[in-house]
């Protein structure tokens, strides 16, 4: 298949191919793990950066025997190039978009509590709709997701209990109720609704902190005077609740981290009382003042009428 060619595609990339030359290095923090990545020999790419900084007249990073990294001026030429990179990537969604080719990158950064069902089920129709578009996608801690759309290295955010809300310009802000998992053949599994104090007379297998899940059920327990003691904490949500497999213990999830088929695992999801665990708050945003490029706006906004759809 022949590959579409933007007019100004050849001097314009081989100058951008050099941009992101320097960005994986600082990405990387090492030059052989950088030409592994960019498919480049160290030598090579080590005569391209001595190139710019001479073009420049000074050094961008500074040489450690433990690797590379950047020095103030290369910080300010960092600044520089993901500006660059980003409005490139914004220019080719845009002219793609008129060309019928609707193409582009997408890079979304989430928490784990989006990631296991709902992400992967929207991307797979995205793409099924947009063949030309690509993803990429980073789990994240809170805080760090939003962060990312300040340096540009993200488009888009799909965050559960954000930290940092000076930035983010949402476009889908709503609550997630919180359910308990347990065994189909637990004590409280035919309870209709659970209290947070329901729950501490079994093991608890809790997100570690700062998941937003974890800072939910902390100042639900703080409310009422308790404290969660965790028999098991992990980052991954898909542990606990398999941990939750043919015992007593106790994990917990979104309604939007709910899987379809729970039965199949044994399991079952019991709400927990909306008046003793509040509802966190899951918002999908963009870096405020940004223009998207194309293919992420779109995107962007399939996300949020989705959300809407189903948490109305």
């Given amino acids: 298949m022949q590959r579409f060619v933007f007019p100004f595609e050849s001097k314009a990339m081989r100058h951008l191919t050099i941009l992101k030359y320097i960005e994986e290095i600082a990405r990387s923090g090492s030059l052989r793990s950088a030409a592994e990545e960019l498919n480049i020999t ?15 007249g000074v050094e961008i990073f ?102 940092h809300n000076r930035d983010l310009q949402a476009v889908y802000t709503g609550a997630q109720e ?22 501490v007379d079994y093991p ?3 997100p570690k902190r700062p998941e937003g899940i974890r800072t939910v059920l902390d100042a639900a327990a703080e409310k009422v005077g308790i404290r969660l003691t965790p028999a098991l904490e992990s980052n991954s949500l898909d542990l606990l609740r398999l941990m939750s497999q043919d015992s007593e213990a106790l994990s917990f999830s979104l309604a939007i981290n709910l899987r379809p088929d729970l039965e199949h695992d044994r ?3 019991v ?17 405020r003042g940004r223009a998207l ?3 992420a706006a779109r995107f962007l906004e399939s996300v949020a009428r989705e959300l809407g759809a189903r948490f109305a």
Wanted: glycine share 6%; net charge negative; with cysteine.
């Fill in 293 to 295: 490029p194309v293919a």
């Fill in 178 to 199: 919180m359910y308990c998992i347990m065994a189909d053949n637990h004590p409280l599994a035919d309870r209709e609704v659970l209290r947070i104090y329901d729950t």
């Fill in 62 to 163: 500074e040489r450690h025997p433990s690797g590379l990294r950047p020095n103030i001026a290369g910080e300010i030429l960092l600044d520089h190039i993901r500006q660059q990179l980003a409005d490139m990537e914004r220019v080719k969604s845009r002219i793609a978009d008129l060309s019928g080719m609707r193409a582009g990158h997408v890079n979304i950064a989430t928490t784990r509590e989006v990631a296991l069902y709902f992400l992967p089920e929207i991307i797979k129709r995205h793409l099924a709709e947009f063949p030309a578009v690509t993803f990429g996608v980073n789990l994240m801690e809170r805080g760090e997701a939003e962060s990312s759309l300040s340096d540009l290295s993200s488009d888009i955010a799909i965050v559960f209990e954000p930290v």
């Fill in 42 to 56: 160290p030598s090579a790419l080590n005569r391209r950066i001595l190139g710019i900084e001479a073009e420049l």
């Fill in 271 to 287: 709400p927990l009382d909306r008046a003793n665990v509040r509802p966190g708050t899951l918002v999908v945003g963009h870096l």
């Fill in 204 to 206: 608890l297998l809790l």
């Fill in 267 to 269: 399991l079952r999801a």
